[in-house]
């Protein structure tokens, strides 16, 4: 799109016209305008302000706020934000005074109402809500204070491994075509299990949503806590994690797995009643991770050797005070490795003088015998092999019982959908 103001120039606008075209298309600044009302003294809406932002942040040119001002002094504002606003009006006090009232209002209420009022004009009918959370490394210092609207800039669990770096955490929303639905700012060490469920709870109770909806999150969400909060109220599903007791029971049996439509999975489906809420469980293994998995496989029980042998190696310097006592310990200790096998095992006896007496005892003195484990082990063939056929699996879990394997495992893997929404947001 071009403007010809004269026959001496012509601007190009680029996609900024579509931006500024879906936003009064929606009709999101006259939102705006009631829900932040405009007041003496500026010479410019706060939905003009927005309106700027949202062309500034869809530009793909990585303009910070100070900034803001020269992205626009080349573009035809009054064109694109409306008659009378010019590229001088746009500065950074003027998007200040904005982002403070976006605040005082709430910024994640005022997205609530954009969405729904995106809702009246565009066919948006979610079936899926997919929530996760990620955090932004900040640099500089940052003044945590107890208001309740304030996020706290702080250290918590790096996802880009910073840990040297102050954070904040994001909680997002979107539905089946990635279209975001609900944004929160939150703490930077913000506790994923506690944050997906209230996610879930607040976008239930804000978007007046369809029964059949799914809420979509990864194995933060599930928790007991969390299944026996959601209930039957909602309809989830979830990864269940592989530190629940019964999940790693699952993974580790021999099961009968079905080829599913997509013949790179295969299942098998069991009911469960974790968090006294009756489930559909179903453990896939997926032929593509099973392979990634393979190839890290040895590498990982090499290195884990060398840990295992410095640990017979402690063993070996116990002493026990009878023969009973070693073997017990020597049993033990296969049992927390379970991937070893002993090639030698004998238990020998040691003596000391009494009284800690230093020294070789002398002829017909009293002294203490203990008694040592002496062994050598390699690793167990059958319990590897085992274990690497088992590679692959992960469970799946929904309180729908009517889904099959094949649908649970579709609706899942579109929660890449919310991964690249955060994508954009870190550029």
């Known amino acids: 799109m071009t403007l010809s103001p004269s026959s001496e120039s012509t601007t190009h606008l680029g996609h900024y016209g579509l ?7 929606l009709e999101i600044s006259d939102l705006i305008d009631t829900l932040l009302p405009k007041k003496s003294g500026h010479n410019i809406s706060h939905s003009t302000v927005l309106k700027a932002m949202c062309i500034n942040g869809l530009g793909f040119t990585e303009r910070r706020l100070y900034l803001f001002p020269a992205f626009f002094e080349n573009l035809p504002t009054e064109r694109l934000l409306g008659e009378g606003v010019l590229p001088e ?26 969405i729904l009022q995106a809702m009246k004009h565009v066919p948006i009918n979610p079936r899926f809500c997919h929530s996760d959370t990620t955090n932004f490394s900040v640099y500089g210092d940052y003044e945590n ?11 918590g669990h790096p ?36 944050v997906l469920i209230k996610t879930i709870k607040e976008v239930t109770q804000n978007l007046n949503l369809d029964q059949r909806v799914y809420h979509v999150a990864d194995s933060a969400f599930y928790t007991e806590s969390n299944v026996k909060e959601i209930g039957t109220s909602a309809f989830f599903i979830s990864r269940v994690p592989a530190t629940i007791n019964e999940s790693k029971e699952l993974l580790i049996t021999d099961l009968i797995l079905e080829t599913c439509s997509d013949e790179r999975y295969s299942c098998y489906a069991v009911k469960s ?20 998995e393979e190839k890290t496989f040895d590498e990982k029980i090499l290195k884990e050797l060398e840990a295992t042998e410095k640990s017979l190696k402690k063993l ?10 070693a073997r017990i310990a020597s049993e033990q200790w296969l049992k927390e490795n379970e991937l070893y096998e002993f090639t030698k095992l004998e238990i020998k006896t040691k003596s000391h003088r009494l009284e800690n007496k230093k020294g070789r005892p002398r002829k017909g003195e009293d002294v203490q015998t203990f008694y040592l484990i002496e062994a050598e082990i390699k690793h167990d063939q059958d319990k590897l092999q085992e274990k690497r ?27 890449g959908t919310v991964e690249r929404g955060f ?3 870190k550029g």
């Open 316 to 325: 070996s310097t116990l002493e026990f005070a009878c023969e009973a006592d």
């Open 273 to 292: 009643c974790y968090g006294g809420i009756e489930q559909l469980w179903v453990v896939f293994c997926s032929e593509e991770m099973k392979k990634k």
């Open 19 to 25: 931006i500024a075209g879906v936003f009064d298309e």
């Open 389 to 415: 056929a088992k590679l692959g699996r992960f469970i799946l879990a929904t309180n729908d019982l009517e889904l099959t394997p094949d649908q649970l495992l579709k609706y899942y893997k579109e929660q």
């Open 159 to 194: 996802k880009d491994k910073r840990v040297d770096l102050l954070r904040f955490s994001i909680s997002m929303v979107t539905d089946q075509k990635g279209i975001p639905l609900f944004v929160r700012a939150l703490d930077g060490n913000s506790s994923d299990k506690k």
């Open 145 to 155: 204070d107890d208001n309740s609207k304030t996020i706290n800039i702080t250290y």
């Open 423 to 425: 994508r954009f947001l």
């Open 89 to 114: 009006h746009l500065n950074d006090d003027v998007f200040g005074r904005t982002l403070d009232k976006i605040h005082e209002y709430g910024a994640t209420e005022l997205f609530n109402h954009i």
